[in-house]
């Protein structure tokens, strides 16, 4: 597979650099989008020449723009008398983040698009339904909701021109490998493939190699956390940890903040403590119906809640601007995730700080996030005001918690 990592000649500066048909680029303007990041300067000329694509991209470098407008420019050159683009990502959450990335975009123009997922009631499978037979030009869909209405013969893929995948290491690490291969054995043959991924380990390249043709490829800061993110860590004991991020939120200036914790029960536990001591916060979890869900994100969005509590669903897919804290509550088992959690701060060009709680059982996993990273994450030592609670522990209580001597260098001010 060819590496393609930069052009050679002088990169666009500007969105109007490209040759977009007028009505996208009105679109842009409408949306104050000027100048394009790395991974569209690079890819969205590779994707307008035809080619296939694979780009090594993490989450907030704009990659949902690098392939959204040469396919929508392409779109609006044409008839749009069919489905003309399937792009499948990892969850829910995804499909509706790019289905709203796509509605900004072509406002001017006479695209549309429909984000397909599970999780819904009846109805919702129905309204799918009735917008896949009323014809769509991109389909968003997650996995397996995909394959259950393509088993109701309800997509007709016959003139197909592009497939995307979205957050391709993140399928593989959900199981839909196969799934993935079921459906790409119902695509045309001759078609544009387009994978993005923010990790390219060896069944990521395998899978190219079975269904791109001869695609360029791209790299861009593969796994590294924005530069204006802030990263902390405490050593902690669990006991310690509900009056540590008590004490933390007490900053005025997180006004928007993402707590990951391991588990949904520990979401759940944290939410409530948080929730009795005063603070404005939901919990994000796998139980909650997709209603439930997306009144969330809205309160969260509006600044009505300012605190989300959630698990790793939270890291992928989630784009919100102005969240200024992350914690990790827990560490959390992959390093890759690491990256994922705390690129939900320091988004759009912003700063955001990323604390991370570390207690004795974790320090292993916390220096495999610093080997990947590059480089160390600094300490913050434990104000000694600083007490212990019960409301959640996965560790015995000690009489006596041990504690870091005193260091230059302060917390959360």
Known sequence: ???????????????????????????????????????????????????????????????????????????????????????????????????????????????????????????????????????????????GRLLALMAQKDVDFSFLKHLVLDEADRMLDMGFYEDILRIIKELPVKRQTLLFSATMPPRIRKMANQILNHPKEISIAVSKPAEKIRQDFYSIENTQKIPMILDILKNPEFESVIIFASTKENVKKLNIVLQKSGLKTSAFHSDLEQSQREELMRDFKSKRTKVLVGTDVLSRGIDVEGISLVVNFDVPPDPEDYIHRIGRTARAKESGVAITFVNSHDKQRFHRIEKLIGHTIKFIPIPEHIGVSEAISEAPKRKHPQRRPPQKGNGPK
């Not at 052009?7 to 969105?15: H, R, S, V």
């Not at 396919?71 to 790019?98: F, G, K, M, V, Y």
Request: glycine share 6%; charged share 20%; aromatic share 10%.
């Open 1 to 143: 597979m060819p590496i393609f990592e930069y052009y050679l000649y002088k990169l666009p500066l500007n969105f109007k650099d490209f040759p977009f048909v007028s009505a996208l680029q009105e679109g842009l303007d409408a949306m104050n989008f000027n100048n394009p990041t790395p991974i569209q300067e690079l890819a969205i000329p590779i994707i307008l020449e035809g080619n296939d694509l694979v780009a090594c991209a993490q989450t907030g470098t704009g990659k949902t723009a690098a392939y959204v407008l040469p396919i929508l420019d392409r779109i609006a050159r044409s008839d749009h008398n069919h489905l003309n683009t399937l792009i499948i990502a990892p969850t829910r959450e995804l499909a509706q983040q790019i289905d709203q990335q796509i509605e900004g975009f072509s406002y001017f123009t006479r695209a549309c698009s429909i984000s397909i997922y599970g999780g819904g009631d009846g109805k919702a499978w129905e309204q799918q339904q009735k917008a896949l037979r009323e014809g769509a030009d991109i389909i968003i869909a997650t996995p």
